[in-house]
């Protein structure tokens, strides 16, 4: 049996839990408590040390990271979001890795700042904000031009690539982000989020906690 240990509100932990759904895998998922610090805490350390959600546990492999849990549910599924070639699994890998280190990071520097911030006492950092928004600003170019091809960010059908960057998204409307120079991202999120996958996890960002 798969479990997967996720939070709604973090999208680290939404992108193995969308691929499990888009790969039609058998799984069980529970939600860490991080407003109590439950991944603190030595229950949960012994499933991921690194204190921090994602995390699997699979039989008795237990692992944390999810790009890392992302690549083990595709494999174990057999699914086409990802492929047994290397050259073409590399070629995957590129865009999740793309999108982890060059997209993600920056809205997860926009949404701590702007929406994590005010809910947790802490003082937003504008010049994080600023240089989140002028790094998303750069990056999503290429997200532009990729997508205006088969509507995917690899080949013609749905991969972990796309579902990286449907994850790292997430918090857009909450945080505010302005992607509207992005019309074909814009769009193509919009669509993502009502596909059989997404909705199997959630209506939109947040609806689990009432936003
Ligand atoms: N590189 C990690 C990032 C995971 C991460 O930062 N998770 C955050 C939530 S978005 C977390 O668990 N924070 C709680 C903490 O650090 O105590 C991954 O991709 O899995």
Redesign the pocket.
Known sequence: MTTLYY?PL????LYPVFIAEASGLDYTRKVVN?QT?E??SDDYLSVNPF????AMVDDDLAI????AIGRYLARKSGSDIYSEDMREAALIDQWVEFV?HHIRINV?RINFNRFIAPMVGAEPDQASIDLGLRFLADNLPHIEVALSGDGHLHGDRLTLADIALVAAFEPQHVAKIDISYAPVLSEWLERMRQEPWYQAVHTHFGAELGL
């Not at 204190?51 to 994602?54: D, I, L, N, T």
């Open positions: 939070h973090s999208n680290p932990s991080l610090q991944q603190k204190g921090r959600v994602p944390g990271e999810s790009s982890v997860g």
